[in-house]
């Protein structure tokens, strides 16, 4: 073999590996969503798979930009800190829009309304958000409904030292059918579900806060925000 043909089966090769490791780059791009899967119907486990609207709405993004979805469980408390910080790059998890989430990420367009409500045992003897007042209410830890019933009376909350907070909305419900907790304020959806799966619980008749759903996304990326 001569040297010329000895450079072109060089460069050849080199074209190959290269080619490849772009190709194979390329596949294992991914959208990674952060969220906390416990909030039926928009995130839960089926067997260990996460599901739910929140995973539909998010495999339809993947699937568009051409990249592969992972999604990461983590504590709802976590997630804007984990957009902020890049670790992932998407937060999907019912996330309601406000002023102080919306001074570390940006949020899409909404898709969503959410609507708090107040979750009681059958026989209990509230039957207005008045009546709440001094009783102990169950939320889910930094959760909108966390952050209204822990604000002053004057400001329209119930008092911190009234609310007991748990990682998950099913550890809130499990305290109110224990009798630890008199209430529960968790979004509408999520509640409908825990009722249904719970025996002896009902949803109060009254509308606490309605909100907007969208999706966080770290203030840099502004390229995924489109
Ligand atoms: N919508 C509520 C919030 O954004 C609760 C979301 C949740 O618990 N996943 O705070």
Redesign the pocket.
């Known amino acids: 073999m001569n040297t010329c043909k000895k450079v072109l089966l060089l460069l050849l090769a080199a074209a190959l590996i290269l080619c490849c490791f772009t190709g194979c780059k390329k596949e294992a791009k991914t959208l990674t969503m952060g969220?906390?899967a416990?909030?039926p119907p928009?995130?839960y486990y089926e067997g260990d798979k996460i599901v739910g609207i929140d995973a539909e709405i998010a495999a339809e993004i993947a699937k568009k930009l051409g990249r592969t979805l992972v999604i990461e469980d983590m504590g709802?408390g976590s997630i804007i800190t984990a957009v902020q910080g890049g670790k992932i790059d998407m937060g999907m998890?019912?996330?309601?829009v406000?002023e102080t989430?919306l001074q570390s990420v940006n949020f899409s367009t909404t898709y969503a309304t959410?609507i708090?409500v107040v979750i009681v045992k059958e026989d209990s003897d509230i039957e207005t958000i008045d009546d709440l007042m001094g009783k102990k209410i169950g939320v889910?830890e930094?959760?909108?409904?966390?952050?209204y019933a822990s604000a002053t009376p004057e400001d329209g909350g119930f008092g911190e030292e009234n609310v007991e907070r748990y990682n998950k909305?099913t550890e809130a419900v499990l305290a109110l059918t224990q009798g630890k907790v008199d209430a529960v304020i968790?979004?509408n959806e999520?509640a409908k579900a825990f009722v249904k799966a719970n025996e002896g619980l009902m949803i109060l008749e009254t509308e606490y806060a309605v909100?907007d759903?969208a999706i966080a996304i770290r203030k840099e990326n502004t390229e995924l925000l489109q």
Not at 93 to 96: D, E
Not at 142 to 147: A, H, R
């Open positions: 969220t906390n416990a909030f928009y995130e709802f998890a019912g996330m309601t406000n989430r959410g708090q889910q930094s959760t909108t409904g966390d952050i909305g968790i979004d999520p909100e759903y």
